[in-house]
């Protein structure tokens, strides 16, 4: 088969000619012709405007890593790799506070942030930051952490320390680096660090023959009660959301996460250290803003709203955690504040939760009060009047009563889904079926 006969199979291309062989002296070069012609319209299929641009570092000679990244190369019975080491002092600003200003943490408000009560007895300067840099966003056996980010606080200022396996040949020495350093540390905070930077890291150590540091540690991830705390204001919880909105924090000319696993790759082919500098640098600020979220996500915990610069809205998120924590003295704490405050959807919320609170608890004269003051700001209160009605009914045993609140209910149950009509629906039919029974009686 002759070449162009390959190429036509390969690329799908119907002969011109119908398949006829060439012959000659001239057979040769108006093949080569044909040939180029084939190749042309090959290479013209391509979609435009998909240049492949050599990376910036590819001209002229690389920067060692050494001369941007303050750091050093560490060696360990594995082998060597390199560990850059930052110190932010107490005055050094991120975003709107200074890194004093962080601390101390409350440990029972980060024990109610993780959901952990172990985490009350800890201290905060054993909190291990954690957040790694990957070579694939996906996770999987085939993922390498080739950057670990650390933070802690120390003294009056933060250390971050970085773990860079210069290849992968390097990564097993930067494990053991890693159970170096968390040796004396009492517990972990990231943000999805559950879902993927832990994990991640266990499947490393088990890939290396390596024990888990991180198997036993209580673990306070930060995306779960920054869900919890601030969906109500916050459409994107990403972190780097978090840092503009709630931490004044607004980075420039930072790398995109999506890109940082090609730059590695390009660094394993150029060595250039001009390609990992903002890798770092986006790694190191990720750290910050985890010690900075902690630290805010705990002041939104505060009873004092007023102290922790909360939103209405913060305020009764947080009362709301305390309840899915079990915790109701603490809701209430925050609650009650709420009801009488300028919001009134936030009042409204508040009153709801709070009276369920009260009716859980038996506190029923709480939690009436609370319904009839509803009522009075709202006579179109669905929630109210339906609870009203519950208590009625099934409390003070007055059923004309309670039909009377179940009707106002049904006049304006326009805005409730069709389950919620057919129950109050229901409801209605009940009440009235009593109180005929009850009239036929006497």
Known sequence: MSVISRLKRLTGEKSIDGGATRTGDGSRAEE??????????????RPEGRKVEAPPSARGRGVPLGDLIPGEETTNEAGAFFCAYRVAGGSSRHGERCIRDLTPLDMGRLAILANDPVLRGLDYRQALFLDTETTGLAGGTGTVAFLIGLGWFEGGGFVTRQLFARDYAEEKAALLGLQGLLRGRQFLVSFNGKAFDANLLAARFIMNRLPDPLIDLPHLDLLHPARRLLSHRLGDRRLGALEAAVLGFEREGDIPGSEIPQRYFDWLRLRDGRLMADVFEHNRLDILSLAALAARLAELLDPDGENARCQPGDRLAAARLFLARACPYDAVRRLVPLIGGSCPETAREAGRELSLVYKR?????????????????DGEDLFALVELAKWCEHRRRDIAQALALTMRACACAGRLSPDDRADLSRRRERLERKLASRTAVK
Not at 362 to 375: F, G, R, T, Y
């Open 361 to 377: 608890s038996d506190q029923w004269p709480a939690a009436v009060a609370i319904w009839e003051e509803m009522v009075r700001r």
């Open 32 to 45: 080569i012709r044909a040939l180029r012609e084939r190749i042309d319209a090959v290479l013209s299929r």
